[in-house]
């Protein structure tokens, strides 16, 4: 079992649409969450962290279920902007700052 | 941004060539990371190190060196590479190396063996 595992995708939504994406993790003892978003042919980028009592951004709002070991990301009203390669990430199982990735899911956005 | 960055942001080698990646940060951090992102594979954690130490080292072929002289400075020294090491290899920096710690990733390397 891969050690964090998203829908690859692709999603392609029109402008104005709410999508949402789903990763799960397998390490129990995973303790810190992340989004962060790839364009294409670029480095990754922070997104958002995501918490326990879930955290919201203006249009985005992440969510964690510690006990299904679920992470979600939300985003509503989807800009031609928001086209990109959204990362799940964790850490966990040590002390200092090991990322594990997804895969990604890779989201289009059309007009 | 130019928070980090890498040099050459592009490389062709033979696989038996010597050649080195740089990363810069210029972000006052004391750790610094190399990932290996490959095609439709998720970025691989290379080599952590925390101020100028490494502290993890995952599993990756000897034919990949690491240095890290000062905490603004980091190489991956290349040498008898095989054509599957061609990926993107980045380079990311935090302010510790702590788990909550956001990393701040280069532009990458993209790498090709032949």
């Known amino acids: 079992r891969k050690e964090v595992e998203q829908d690859p995708g692709p999603f392609n939504v029109p402008e104005g649409a709410t999508v949402a994406f789903n990763c799960t993790y397998s390490n129990s003892a995973s303790q810190s969450f992340f989004w962060y978003r790839q364009d294409c042919r670029k480095e990754p980028k922070l997104l958002m962290s995501v918490y326990s009592s879930g955290n919201e951004d203006g249009r985005f709002t992440a969510q964690l279920n510690r006990a299904s070991q679920y992470i979600s990301l939300l985003i509503r009203d989807s800009k031609l902007s928001d086209s990109a390669t959204y990362l799940c990430?964790?850490?966990?199982?040590?002390?200092?700052?090991?990322?594990?990735f997804g895969q990604g899911t890779i989201l289009t956005v059309h007009p | 941004e130019t928070g980090v960055t890498q040099t050459p942001r592009h490389l062709v080698m033979g696989m038996t060539n010597k050649k080195s990646l740089k990363c810069e940060q210029h972000l006052g951090h004391n750790a610094m990371y190399w990932y290996k992102q490959s095609a439709k594979k998720p970025l691989e954690l290379m080599f952590v190190y925390s101020l100028e130490e490494r502290v993890e080292n995952n599993s990756v072929p000897s034919r990949f060196s690491p240095e890290c002289p000062n905490s603004s400075h980091l190489f991956l020294h290349l040498h008898t590479l095989q054509p599957e090491d061609s990926a993107l290899y980045l380079c990311a920096s935090s302010e510790t190396s702590g788990r909550l710690n956001e990393q701040f990733f280069g532009p990458g390397t993209r790498l090709t063996v032949l």
């Open positions: 990430v964790v850490t966990g199982g040590t002390s200092y700052g090991k990322l594990t």
